[in-house]
């Protein structure tokens, strides 16, 4: 056994908060010059846990295992909180629903310190939370190896790393060795904090590494780097660390690895152990159940394979800006965008509201985590369908549904009726964020965008021919298309149908729409940007309502979109996600 001099170490309290998911926004460049929406960093992972598979995960990229955390105060005070936690800590939940539940430290990655609570810990927790740490680790040595640097690992979980002296060297137990020539990012950067990359972006090393077999968790070393007191390349060094964040296909980056151990003396040496991961010394169970994977429709999906994340917003307070100008002239007071609309709900029309223009049905709310809502993770990462929690105020634990977003007063939940008594502005809305990333089995090509697994299961697509048959309650074309057209980011945005050509609305029957209506637009497809397309099509959820200014009209969120020759359309005057969801009773007739 090695004997260290735990019994010198500080333990000291440490505090942090838990962070929001970070999606990339817009789309990343891939190493080989393809668009990707990349998801997974922060906030609370509910299915990457210790044990799982790094590989794997529909749109992920360097996904983060656990539930991130930062720390709080100044810049200095959260420098220190990365500093100096490590993994074993013991973490306790200090406010919100899971308060007094407790957690353990399994990593960092980046501004992050990653931690592991159980599953029904995860189900209470909310962005924002506060955490208390013993923090315990920093100055840790191993007796008589003084040129080997510990780092970030509580003594505890060192000495049940079962490392043993052999031949005058630590003989460390890891998963797999990692050569010098597949190491990437992290070279320069402070050994205190953050990881190492293990680049993926080039696909034949991820077979002759075997790189496909690492979980999160997962104990490897690093060939010929050190993180002693820097980060860098050192032939003769070793850096041990553990599996922290799954692969990438950006140059220069992959599977992140949390630094324990170090050295540039040939102090380390290894023996292959697959039982070697971080889970095993935290005593973190295995997953004892699987992920049904079967669809219950006709179509089959990816759907086991979505990363699920929590978003967060506020509900969102309405404005004014006085008298606007319609399309004719008329000047006009407009009401109907953000707040709580305690009168008109998903399946109610979207046209005839006094004053109304652009009206939002129920509950209107807002990303707090960016500058610009637009750029939060609810606004790219929320599906429609996606659960949704009230986890502060009167409606405290009440539950609804993400039902779209409208970009010009950002994200739409439905809540029952008796919650809307109970909300006030500024209340928190948690999401359940599941979608990203959405595949149908045979029909990759298929765009699905903004659409929980559930929701896209019940929308009641068959297949005809090869084609996916999807109902719609209309067609129109694509050139009344207006306000959206040309955004080159799909996730958090609407584009609108124009209705200030009476004689369009009249030769169409717009007036017929209702908020929350699926639609088709011809000629247009929307994959990552939206715009015309002879013979494609895009189909859309109505999301908000009718405008009086040019170029506006009822907003849409694209759903489906495909080329020429995959989707097909049925007329279903009933084909509302209100009904999808069970919102609404669906008429029989």
Known sequence: MIRTNKEKLLTLAAQGTISPAQPLRPYATTWDGKPKMVIGTGGINYNLRIWDKVFGWASGDRATVGVSTEGVGEANFKQGYLNNLSIGNEVRVLTGEAKGDKGVVIGKFGQYIQIHFEDDTLLKLSIGDSIHVNAKGVGLNIEGYDKVVVHSLAPEVLEKMDIREVDGK???????????????????????????????????????????????????????FQTDYGKGYYRGGATVGVVCCGPSDISGYGIGVTPVLSTRFGMISTRIDREANIGKY????????????????????????????????????????????????????????????????????????????????????????????????????????????????????????????????????????????KLTINDKIQIMARGVGLKIDGYEDVRVNKLSPELLENLGITIDDGQLVVPVVMEVPGHIMGSGIGGSFIEPGDYDIQTTCQEVVDEFNLTSLKLGDIVAIKDHYDFWGRGRYKGAITIGTVIHGF?????????????????????????????????????????IN
């Open 170 to 224: 630590l003989e460390v137990p890891v998963v797999k060795v990692i050569p010098e020539e597949i190491v990437g990012q992290g070279s320069g950067g402070s050994s205190l904090s953050g990881n190492w990359h293990i680049q993926t972006c080039y696909p034949p090393d991820i077979r002759e590494y075997g790189l496909d077999e690492l979980r999160f968790g997962d104990i490897v070393l690093l060939e010929n």
């Open 282 to 421: 935290l005593d973190i169970k295995k997953k004892t159940s699987e992920i049904q994977t079967n669809s219950t429709g006709v179509i089959k999906t990816n759907k086991d394979k979505l990363i699920t994340t929590a978003v967060q917003g506020v509900v969102q307070p309405f404005s004014s800006r006085g008298y606007s100008t319609t399309y004719d002239g008329k000047p006009r007071l407009t009401v109907g965008m953000a707040s709580i609309n305690y009168t008109v709900s998903l399946g109610d029309s979207t046209y005839g509201w006094a004053n109304a223009d652009h009206v939002e049905p129920d509950v209107t709310i807002q990303g707090r985590d960016k500058p610009v809502p637009s750029d939060c993770a609810l606004a790219i990462l929320a599906c429609i369908g996606n659960e949704a929690k009230v986890v502060s105020g009167d409606a405290k634990g009440d539950k609804g549904y993400f039902i779209g977003r409208h970009a010009g007063s950002d994200d739409l939940v439905w809540f029952p009726k008796e919650t809307l008594q």
């Open 547 to 587: 405008s009086g200014s040019a170029g506006h009209g009822p907003g849409v969120d694209p759903i489906l979109s495909a080329l020429p020759g995959k989707i097909k359309t049925k007329i279903d005057p009933h084909a509302n996600t209100a009904y999808y969801l069970g919102i609404r009773e669906k008429p």
